[in-house]
């Protein structure tokens, strides 16, 4: 059931003071979740915490090992858009 | 008296700005922060207590210190509440010219409330003479405006990029709120009416707010005229416009898109479009979110954690002096006040170019009078200039230098112009091209240049890009010959002590 950090994290310390349970540690290389007291927030929040505030995406796994945040879920732009949205930008 | 008649026929909400007004100006002009004069004798200090951040900026990497309050890519020492009131402490005793703290990151103070006002009642307690500051993207002021009232809260900055929600969404991606990710205008809307409210309730309790804005071409530059209004009537007592900045290499989400930053015309244009209206220092320098010291200077590294940990502090005692020096300071304020006033060395009109600046000054005997002899005989300053007109090139990028010779007495003398290699490509050729330099007068400077060039003892200073080569002389001039004559003042009684 538990959440995970992957290597991606900068170690912002933006989840650390949100997780319910204090399962969120801060630690080197980055930060970890601790897998026995992480219970994904359930009956506490309807979203994980640590996940919906992360800003990094792919740094954070649901317990099913997929990214939580996937590639151009916090920017808004999916991939394959990218470099359409590159070219709107430079044109600014 | 005119006043008590426009409050007669005023609207409520004029009323209570206009009132306000008065004083606001009263207290600003005197602010350690945003007088010039009294930007010399004080100092300021930052720690970094709060690391979290609960919205995304696109010209921010959150692997650094937040990009609102700091220059780009760089990274403070993370200190805990406890360390940092013991470092504050540490510095208060020996610097007691030390009159206002603030908390700007590494990431927004309100999104670590717990660690910002664990911080504040510490120090509010055991040294109630330092007023207190914080910057913040704003999301989370107005459910802490009465905590932070009950500090010693002395002025609040809230970066505000724009308040029409669809420019909002092209710069925000994303909030926290109510425990949940909201994205794209909705998310822009809610921050902007928190950043708005906010805003009102503290101008409203009479707390300085001081607004800043990221000047975003193609995106807000249009849109910030309508900004600096609204904020100033909503009582904020300065708008502070400052250029994007946006490298590949910072990878920052504009920086990777290839947004291009400000030209020098471009944030001119709109600085000019959101003038203030006193005469004040709009621009702090971007300094780190946890530097320490007067203006210009830093000594952030004389105090490491070992050193404040080993340090014996009799707190009521440091109390006591810094209450000296600071009555000291003002009895010198006044005796300068009340002197003949010398001919101004930069006018306003020179820095907007309205005017030229006289080629040589007038004798006078009291003009800077200390600061002459301590200068004699003056120094080179390497100006980074493509145009020979306007300092207008960063010190990573800058090739071409002019020299000045720079002394307090006469007019800034060209001596030559240099090719020198850019610090950006090669920084210790670049700091070997300057070396016989007392300052560098740039744009901007990077982490790494602006320590090294301390180091070496050449002062960086940094102004908005297009400045005038001319205004920009006068300043440095005025300015090195008020830090001058003010640190021998403001310290020779505390380092006799
Ligand atoms: S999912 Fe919830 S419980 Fe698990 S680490 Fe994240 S915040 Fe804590
Ligand atoms: S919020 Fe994300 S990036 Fe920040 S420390 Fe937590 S896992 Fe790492
Ligand atoms: S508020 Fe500061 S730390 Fe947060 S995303 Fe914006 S620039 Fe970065």
């Given at each position: 059931?538990?959440?995970?950090?992957?290597?991606?994290?900068?170690?912002?310390?933006?989840?650390?003071?949100?997780?319910?349970?204090?399962?969120?540690?801060?630690?080197?290389?980055?930060?970890?979740?601790?897998?026995?007291r992480c219970n994904g927030c359930e009956g506490e929040f309807a979203d994980p915490q640590c996940a919906s505030i992360c800003p990094i995406e792919g740094a954070i796994l649901d317990p099913s090992g997929a990214p939580v945040n996937p590639p151009g879920s916090l920017t808004g732009i999916p991939p394959s858009a990218w470099s359409q949205v590159q070219q709107a930008i430079q044109a600014r | 008296m005119e006043l008590k008649v426009v409050e007669r026929s005023a609207t409520a909400e004029s009323r209570l700005t206009s009132a306000q007004s008065v004083e606001v100006q009263d207290k600003v002009r005197d602010h350690p922060c945003f007088s010039k004069d009294a930007h010399h004798h004080y100092a300021r200090m930052h720690v970094a207590v709060a690391p979290a951040c609960n919205i995304q900026c696109h010209y921010c990497n959150r692997k650094y210190d937040c990009a609102n309050e700091s220059r780009p890519g760089v990274v403070s020492e993370l200190l805990t509440p406890e360390l940092a009131v013991k470092k504050v402490l540490a510095v208060a005793a020996e610097i007691p010219q030390l009159s206002v703290l603030g908390i700007a990151g590494p990431g927004d103070p309100l999104a670590n409330p717990e660690r910002t006002f664990a911080t504040f009642a510490e120090l509010s307690e055991k040294a109630?003479?330092?007023?207190?500051?914080?910057?913040?993207?704003?999301?989370?002021?107005?459910?802490?405006?009465?905590?932070?009232?009950?500090?010693?809260?002395?002025?609040?900055?809230?970066?505000?990029?724009?308040?029409?929600?669809?420019?909002?969404?092209?710069?925000?991606?994303?909030?926290?709120?109510?425990?949940?990710?909201?994205?794209?205008?909705?998310?822009?809307?809610?921050?902007?009416?928190?950043?708005?409210?906010?805003?009102?309730?503290?101008?409203?309790?009479?707390?300085?707010?001081?607004?800043?804005?990221?000047?975003?071409?193609?995106?807000?530059?249009?849109?910030?005229?309508?900004?600096?209004?609204?904020?100033?009537?909503?009582?904020?007592?300065?708008?502070?416009?400052?250029?994007?900045?946006?490298?590949?290499?910072?990878?920052?989400?504009?920086?990777?898109?290839?947004?291009?930053?400000?030209?020098?015309?471009?944030?001119?244009?709109?600085?000019?479009?959101?003038?203030?209206?006193?005469?004040?220092?709009?621009?702090?320098r971007q300094c780190r979110a946890d530097a320490i010291g007067m203006l210009g200077q830093d000594r952030h590294a004389e105090f490491t954690?070992?050193?404040?940990?080993?340090?014996?502090?009799?707190?009521?005692?440091?109390?006591?002096?810094?209450?000296?020096?600071?009555?000291?300071?003002?009895?010198?304020?006044?005796?300068?006040?009340?002197?003949?006033?010398?001919?101004?060395?930069?006018?306003?009109?020179?820095?907007?170019?309205?005017?030229?600046?006289?080629?040589?000054?007038?004798?006078?005997?009291?003009?800077?009078?200390?600061?002459?002899?301590?200068?004699?005989?003056?120094?080179?300053?390497?100006?980074?200039?493509?145009?020979?007109?306007?300092?207008?090139?960063?010190?990573?990028?800058?090739?071409?230098?002019?020299?000045?010779?720079?002394?307090?007495?006469?007019?800034?003398?060209?001596?030559?112009?240099?090719?020198?290699?850019?610090?950006?490509?090669?920084?210790?050729?670049a700091l070997a091209g300057v070396k016989d330099c007392g300052a560098v007068l740039c744009t901007r400077i990077g982490f790494d240049a602006w320590q090294q060039l301390e180091a070496a003892g050449i002062r960086p200073l940094s102004v908005q890009p297009g400045t005038s080569m001319r205004a920009a002389l006068a300043q440095a001039q005025a300015e090195t010959a008020a830090a001058i004559t003010a640190n021998l003042d403001a310290l020779a009684p505390a380092l006799s002590a």
């Open positions: 059931m538990s959440y995970r950090i992957t290597a991606a994290c900068v170690n912002c310390w933006a989840c650390e003071p949100l997780c319910p349970n204090e399962a969120v540690r801060a630690a080197k290389p980055h930060f970890v979740i601790e897998a026995a | 109630p003479d330092i007023r207190l500051c914080v910057s913040t993207n704003g999301l989370m002021l107005p459910a802490h405006v009465d905590q932070l009232c009950e500090h010693n809260i002395d002025h609040v900055t809230i970066t505000i990029n724009c308040i029409d929600p669809e420019i909002g969404a092209r710069i925000y991606p994303w909030i926290f709120w109510h425990n949940r990710r909201i994205r794209g205008k909705k998310a822009a809307a809610i921050l902007i009416e928190q950043q708005l409210k906010g805003l009102e309730m503290l101008a409203e309790r009479g707390v300085l707010v001081k607004i800043n804005s990221v000047l975003i071409p193609g995106v807000n530059d249009q849109h910030l005229a309508e900004v600096s209004r609204v904020v100033k009537q909503k009582g904020a007592f300065l708008h502070n416009i400052m250029p994007l900045i946006a490298e590949p290499e910072h990878g920052t989400f504009y920086g990777l898109m290839g947004q291009r930053t400000p030209t020098s015309q471009e944030l001119n244009a709109v600085q000019q479009a959101c003038a203030n209206d006193m005469d004040i220092m709009s621009h702090c954690l070992e050193r404040i940990e080993s340090l014996e502090i009799d707190h009521a005692a440091a109390m006591e002096r810094r209450a000296q020096v600071r009555a000291e300071i003002e009895r010198q304020r006044a005796a300068k006040r009340s002197r003949p006033q010398p001919p101004v060395l930069v006018s306003l009109d020179a820095l907007t170019g309205a005017k030229p600046v006289p080629k040589s000054r007038p004798n006078d005997k009291h003009a800077a009078a200390p600061a002459v002899s301590l200068t004699k005989p003056g120094f080179k300053v390497a100006v980074a200039s493509h145009d020979g007109q306007q300092v207008d090139q960063a010190f990573a990028e800058a090739q071409t230098f002019a020299i000045y010779q720079l002394d307090v007495a006469h007019a800034p003398r060209l001596l030559e112009t240099r090719t020198v290699p850019a610090a950006g490509a090669d920084l210790s050729a």
